[in-house]
């Protein structure tokens, strides 16, 4: 039997949703940059533009920072984390984080809300 309160409110899963894309975005953004970045150093030297490069990733990585903030579980606060980390959770943080969960490790709410059956 499914309690309710093991799913997000619709109002909990907007707000999860809509920090969860700006984390992704975040990301995809810097994955972007770094494919540009590799492609355009084989047709010319980008050490003459590392003035515009260097802080333009800088932002990027800054931008995951500050958006992996706002994505995190609205039941407990805590990001959604792929696994328990038991050890040096400033580390691994970044990798820790999941991007696609199904459900928090910290408190177990679904990242769904109740009316989804999927
Ligand atoms: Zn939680």
């Not at 920090?19 to 975005?25: E, I, N, P, Q, Y």
């Not at 792929?82 to 990798?95: L, M």
């Amino acid at each position: 039997m499914i309690k309710s309160d093991e799913y997000l409110s619709p109002t909990e899963k907007a707000r999860f949703e809509a920090g969860r894309k700006k984390f992704l975005t975040a990301v995809a953004l810097v994955a972007a940059l770094c494919v540009i970045l590799s492609v355009i150093s084989h047709f010319m030297l980008l050490d003459d533009y590392s003035w515009i490069v260097l802080p333009a990733l800088f932002a990027a990585i800054i931008n995951v920072i500050v958006r992996s903030w706002s994505y995190k579980c609205p039941r407990c606060k805590k990001a959604p984390a792929a696994k328990r980390i038991s050890f040096g959770e400033e580390v691994s943080y970044s990798s820790a984080i999941a991007l696609m969960p199904k459900q928090c490790s910290h408190c177990g709410v679904h990242f769904k809300d109740f009316n989804e059956k999927s």
